[in-house]
């Protein structure tokens, strides 16, 4: 990794950056043979000149499997995760898995989009080594390597304090298991027939203002998608949408996924979005705002990506 100093980038070692950061560990050993696993691999697969290229991430071929729906959109349209402070990101290993990724940085965050760039490289890569077509591994305890792995770049690549939500999960078409990490992701919603369940998150989100023992990386959630059932999982955006003093929330999302049919996954993605925009457009008590020239405008939209995942029966 680098850091600025006047001119001149100077080379640094990502040990230098947080010394200390290994005590909070039990097993300090294993947590160094790990930073330095991780390390070794990103830099052996990244030279200097790609890694300062790491500035926005790429985008997501969604993968195809069988008896399962899987889609995306944001406000922008599907390439929206490249370009705000939103990323899905899904790897398909074999025909019957794949992993997935869904990442919101603060708007407070320094340069987000080289962090959520960094996140996903080092998840393509790891989802290769922890993944491999030609083994069987158990999605637990490779999930929890892959949380760990996420957090380490994210702390050694941002150069301030940042804070994330993430979901990270891994589902099995051939046992209709989804495993999953939830770090301070709100909600997930499990829509099956007219019936919509809540998940809340129990994880604490990303940032180096919290201590890793505190983020909760290992707790892997395991649910089983049953036919015609849906899981639906949003960022913070879709919920904080506003209109004037109200905020789109938890309810409103609640009510638009069980009145939509989940025909296809795109159907219900393209629902939540549209029902958030148009919340947000809701003209106030004297009308639409008014944009005049020279005045300060509204804060820049939130940005929205809903992912939709539909066990076809």
Known sequence: MTATHGDKRVATECFAVRPLLVYTFPDWATVYKQR?????????THSPSEQRRLERPL???????????????????????STGNDLFDAVQTTPERMLLLLMTMAPHSKNPLHLLAVAQSV????TRELFPSNAIPDPTEAL???????????????????YATAILGSYDTATAQLHYISAGAPHILIKRGLAVDEIHSDGTPLGKSTSPSERNLDQVHLRTIDPGTAFVFVTPGVLEARSHHAEFGIKKLSTVVAEHAADTAHDVCHAVIS???????????????????????????HDMTAVALLRLG
């Open 144 to 162: 929890k390597q892959m949380a760990a792995s996420l957090s380490l770049a994210l702390d050694t690549a941002s150069a301030s304090d940042y």
């Open 123 to 126: 998840f393509r890569s790891r």
């Open 36 to 44: 330095h696993s991780i390390m070794t691999s990103y830099r052996s």
């Open 59 to 81: 985008p997501c071929i969604l993968p195809v499997l069988k008896n399962t729906d899987l889609d995306m959109q944001c406000r922008g349209g599907i390439a929206c995760a």
């Open 275 to 301: 029902a958030a925009i148009q919340f947000e457009q809701q003209p106030g008590r004297y009308g639409p705002p008014l944009t005049i020239p020279g005045f300060r405008q509204e804060a820049k939209p």
